[in-house]
């Protein structure tokens, strides 16, 4: 498992995408700080709000090209032949692979949460804000639910991977579980409080939306954005329920990777 583990972080690393990826999230950044300096009343959150989102994309493409290239290429190409010839067990590959891919998450997570970090506090010398928020641990549990959401992604695109045939299907499902994912919430807030008057939309879609959420984890509960923005404490109760919802989901993908991998039959 660890010979898995240090080739995934040396493939990572190396690999033109997550060079690529990375200067877009340095770009984003960069865009997350001159949005502050046009909002003078708010500009802590407003370069945090804009940053975070940014930062979700950025690592949610990096989660996807790095599954792609770590698992789905080598699966593709039968390169996975020549590991699974010597006398291990089918789930260190798996597992080896993924432990690397979260942990180079993790990495490039806290650069550009760092890098964010010195751009909310230069956005906030410019303005006085008239709430300010809060950059000390508020900020960075907040990071760490935003890297439990995109593992997340990137244990489905494994889950993904370890059963496809198709090269291209991981990084496309992945995107489609990413996008649904973070926009349940929305929308289970908005028929709940009666779509604007809509009652045709609320009887048409709350039930297809209840077996949705059944199947798919809600990744907006991961999303602690508010509590660094306007520095309100949440509940320790919703945080822990998230993190376990997240855990749960975690377990249940990896396993079935694992399981699928062991079963798959490599010609």
Same mark, same amino acid.
């Given at each position: 498992? /660890?010979?898995?583990?240090?080739?995934?972080?040396?493939?990572?690393?190396?690999?033109?995408?997550?060079?690529?990826?990375?200067? @877009?999230?340095?770009?984003?950044?960069?865009?997350?700080?001159?949005?502050?300096?046009?909002?003078?009343?708010?500009?802590?959150?407003?370069?945090?709000?804009?940053?975070? #989102?940014?930062?979700?994309?950025?690592?949610?493409?990096?989660?996807?090209?790095?599954?792609?290239?770590?698992?789905? /290429?080598?699966?593709?190409?039968?390169?996975?032949?020549?590991?699974?010839?010597?006398?291990?067990?089918?789930?260190?590959?798996? =597992?080896?692979?993924?432990?690397?891919?979260?942990?180079?998450? +993790?990495?490039?997570?806290?650069?550009?949460? =760092?890098?964010?970090?010195?751009?909310?506090?230069?956005?906030?010398?410019?303005?006085?804000?008239?709430?300010?928020?809060?950059?000390?641990?508020?900020?960075? +549990?907040?990071?760490?639910?935003?890297?439990? #959401?995109?593992?997340?992604?990137?244990?489905?695109? @494994?889950?993904?991977?370890?059963?496809?045939?198709?090269?291209?299907?991981?990084?496309?499902?992945?995107?489609?579980?990413?996008?649904?994912?973070?926009? @349940?919430?929305?929308?289970?807030?908005?028929?709940?409080?009666?779509?604007?008057?809509? /009652?045709?939309?609320?009887?048409?879609?709350?039930?297809?939306?209840?077996?949705?959420?059944?199947?798919?984890?809600?990744?907006?509960?991961?999303?602690?954005?508010?509590?660094?923005?306007?520095?309100?404490?949440?509940?320790?109760?919703?945080? #822990?329920? #998230?993190?376990?919802?997240?855990?749960?989901?975690?377990?249940?993908?990896?396993?079935?990777?694992?399981?699928?991998? /062991? =079963?798959?039959?490599?010609?």
């Amino acid at each position: 498992m /660890k010979s898995f583990f240090v080739s995934a972080w040396r493939s990572g690393l190396r690999g033109h995408s997550f060079q690529a990826v990375f200067v @877009l999230g340095l770009l984003l950044i960069a865009g997350a700080y001159l949005a502050a300096l046009f909002s003078p009343r708010q500009p802590e959150a407003v370069a945090l709000d804009v940053g975070l #989102s940014g930062m979700r994309f950025a690592l949610v493409l990096l989660a996807l090209f790095w599954v792609q290239e770590l698992v789905g /290429k080598e699966i593709d190409r039968r390169t996975t032949i020549l590991y699974l010839a010597y006398p291990i067990q089918r789930a260190y590959y798996v =597992l080896g692979r993924f432990v690397g891919i979260a942990t180079l998450l +993790m990495v490039a997570c806290v650069i550009l949460g =760092l890098l964010l970090w010195l751009a909310v506090l230069a956005a906030s010398n410019e303005y006085a804000q008239i709430h300010p928020g809060a950059l000390g641990l508020p900020y960075w +549990m907040t990071l760490f639910g935003l890297w439990l #959401s995109v593992v997340l992604v990137a244990a489905f695109a @494994l889950c993904i991977a370890t059963i496809s045939t198709v090269p291209a299907l991981p990084l496309a499902l992945g995107v489609a579980f990413a996008v649904a994912g973070n926009s @349940l919430g929305a929308v289970a807030d908005f028929l709940a409080h009666g779509a604007g008057g809509q /009652k045709e939309l609320v009887t048409q879609y709350s039930p297809a939306l209840e077996l949705i959420r059944s199947v798919l984890p809600d990744l907006s509960r991961l999303d602690w954005r508010i509590w660094p923005m306007y520095n309100q404490t949440l509940p320790t109760g919703a945080v #822990s329920l #998230s993190c376990l919802m997240a855990g749960c989901y975690l377990a249940l993908m990896l396993g079935v990777a694992i399981y699928a991998f /062991k =079963l798959r039959e490599f010609d």
